[in-house]
């Protein structure tokens, strides 16, 4: 379910004639993504989110320089305004990708992951 939080966001301004870092309250919508497919078609990007459920999808005009797909998981995003709903969409293939991911030893897959071993005691090449 998206809420209104209040983060604190970095920019760049000006300090005494010179560019520089500065950062400011500001109060965004956060949505807890289960998954979030990014297209990327060059100059225009496309996304498609699930969270708790319910379906969004928005564009941004963004130069990537890349003609791809990609999908992320367990995302947190931000934006200024409320995204639209676009109706109803399923986490179960996130479930199912992940089961096949981690098998069925899930700590121990993380583990090897998180020390560089591939399973079975291989070292990575």
């Known amino acids: 379910m998206p809420?209104?939080?209040?983060?604190?966001?970095r920019y760049w301004g000006w300090c005494t004639w010179r560019p520089c870092r500065k950062t400011r309250v500001v109060t965004k919508w956060r949505y807890d993504f289960s998954f979030v497919v990014v297209s990327y078609r060059g100059i225009r990007t496309s996304y498609r989110g699930c969270e708790f459920d319910r379906r969004y999808e928005w564009k941004r005009w963004e130069f990537s320089g890349r003609f791809e797909d990609l999908t992320l998981y367990f995302v947190s995003m931000y934006f200024k305004n409320r995204?639209?709903?676009?109706?109803?969409?399923?986490s179960s293939g996130v479930v199912r990708h992940l089961a096949n991911v981690?098998?069925?030893?899930?700590v121990k897959t993380l583990r090897e992951h998180a020390t560089g071993?591939?399973?079975?005691g291989r070292a990575p090449r």
Do not use: T, Y
Request: hydrophobic letters at 15%; glycine letters at 8%.
């Open 83 to 90: 995204l639209s709903d676009k109706g109803s969409c399923s």
């Open 3 to 9: 809420e209104q939080v209040q983060i604190e966001e």
């Open 102 to 106: 981690l098998g069925d030893d899930p």
């Open 117 to 120: 071993r591939e399973p079975h």
